[in-house]
């Protein structure tokens, strides 16, 4: 998962240089299959896209492991932050490595480079005149002594309409508002229950206002030549449109970057404004030449990709800090935004157990490409979608196994019987293709097809691009049948070792433009075709290999040997979808109940 080897990545002159990254997740509790889908796997989708486009990518993640998330699962399992956040980071990258997502470097924010970065930039703001100093009203718990932060505390949302009585004294996860703790109607301390008061504290604030005219001449230059999805333009819109105020960076907390001012020693950043750092930091710590990826705009395109709760910390927050240093920083100009994935017939919360996490779908003995497909085909990209254990299987049966892989063992299976019956494993001549109607027909439409998917993956649609590819699998089911090759064999040998021809050299492209979405599976089929993948999985209009795709019978030579074959796919069948939906209904607390 993390490159660990070699020489580590940096911008190559002449190559397009796309740095990719992914919200990092908190590092406070397993990753959902919601969490995975707008965050990591989304992220891994565009970077395989650019490496197989033959694009130099950098794509790196980490846990998030500052703040009060991790400083509340700390008291709650009753050991250190940095105990925690070693225990959910070893978790976070098995499930990542688990689902196959190919990061350059994984890492963390609890580093001596997050400090140093973080404090870096800090002292720019402060040199710049971007930071202001306020006492502000806080929530002070007497039972606990001490300054409460703001997931420290939960209450009512004080937005009209929303009634959402366990919001955080951050953010309210039901409307999405962000909030100070003392806005919340009915406030109460999360670890003794009890009931705080307010008391006065001195902070530090970033001067938003002040930046405002900086900050909306990035958004409009970048939302115009970048690509932002219409979530992320209408979010950050509606945050301009409602003013921006002075942001506090600073919490009353132990486990964070310290605060490198004498008034401020005993005080951390704000985890706002230090998590997006982290991107930088993971960065320093996979190179030490990080600045060529950080510091190089006109030389590196960044693509962030997240849930749409983060866009404000990305679009708003974090381009104001890094302007703020006045820094000639790699600013994003692409940003992936997904709306919410809820399960069955509710909504996944980390926080209450609900839904199905990483380790449960690797229990479930469901290979991860299955899992990567159902959840990129039904990516949230415009609007909440559902996960349903029903809409898996048909998903799985219906199009992975009956389309996808019903082509390809039909068209490998019969290339490997013995001559007589096929062609004893080795791929025919197929001299007559040019003037071949049904394969000249094909060629042009997977042509057309191929050509709509680099426009969509382009673009980060890859719902869509996703859809164009299983489409180039229906198109070939359609060659098989229309051209009734089991007939032609006797009939008209010619023409049908045309139709193997052009048929194997389809089941490669499909290799090919499937592997951001289903790696594994495009290793498996490149194996069958007995090619290696690490020279083959290539589709870079450098090498010219868009334009050899529009005759896919010259794409795998004549008389070359094919490997064994066996089903991709096998049926995911009713009682075994029946007994999933049961085991992981309810709260992770009420299936351990029932285990017991």
Known sequence: MSSGKGEAKVPVAGRRNVLVTSALPYVNNVPHLGNIIGCVLSADVFARYCRLRGHNVLYVCGTDEYGTATENKAIEEGCSPLEICDKYHAIHKEVYEWFNISFDHFGRTSTPQQTEICQSIFHKLLDNNWLSENTMQQL???????????????????????????????????????????????????????????????????????????????IDEASATGSWSQNAVRITDAWLKEGLRPRCITRDLKWGVPVP??????????????????????????????????????????????????????TVMFPSALLGTGENWTLMKNISVTEYLNYESGKFSKTKGIGVFGNDAKATNIPADVWRYYLLSNRPEASDAVFTWGGLQIK???????????????????IAKPEGAGYGSIIPEAPNADIHPLSQSLAETVGNLIQQYTDAMDKVKLKQGLKIAMAISSEGNAYLQESQFWKLYQQDPASCATVMKTSVGVVYLLACLLEPFMPSFSKDVLQQLNLCPN??????????????????????????????????????KDDAVDSFRETFAGSQTERNARAN
């Open 261 to 314: 001012h004498e008034k401020y020693k005993d005080k951390v950043f704000y985890v706002w404004f230090d998590a997006p750092i982290g991107y930088i930091s993971i960065t320093a710590c996979y190179t030490p030449e990080w600045e060529k990826w950080w510091k190089n705009p006109e030389n590196v395109e960044l693509y962030q990709f997240m849930g749409k709760d983060n866009v404000p910390f990305h």
């Open 396 to 414: 799985h049966n219906n199009e992975l196994l009956k389309n996808l892989g019903n082509f390809i063992y039909r068209v490998l299976s019969f």
């Open 140 to 218: 002070y718990c007497e039972s606990c002594q001490r300054f409460l932060a703001d997931r420290f505390v939960v209450g009512s949302c004080p937005m009209e309409g929303c009634g959402n009585d366990t919001a955080r004294g951050d953010q309210c996860d039901r409307c999405g508002r962000l909030l100070n703790s003392t806005e919340l109607i009915d406030p109460r301390c999360k670890v003794c229950e009890g009931i705080p008061v307010v008391r006065h504290t001195d902070h530090l604030f970033l001067e938003l206002p002040l930046l405002e005219e900086k900050l909306e001449k990035y």
């Open 535 to 572: 020279e083959h999985i290539s589709f870079a209009d450098e090498k010219g290999e868009s334009d050899k795709a529009k005759r896919p019978w010259d794409l795998i030579p004549s008389n070359h040997r094919i490997g064994k074959i066996v089903p991709l796919f096998t049926e995911l």
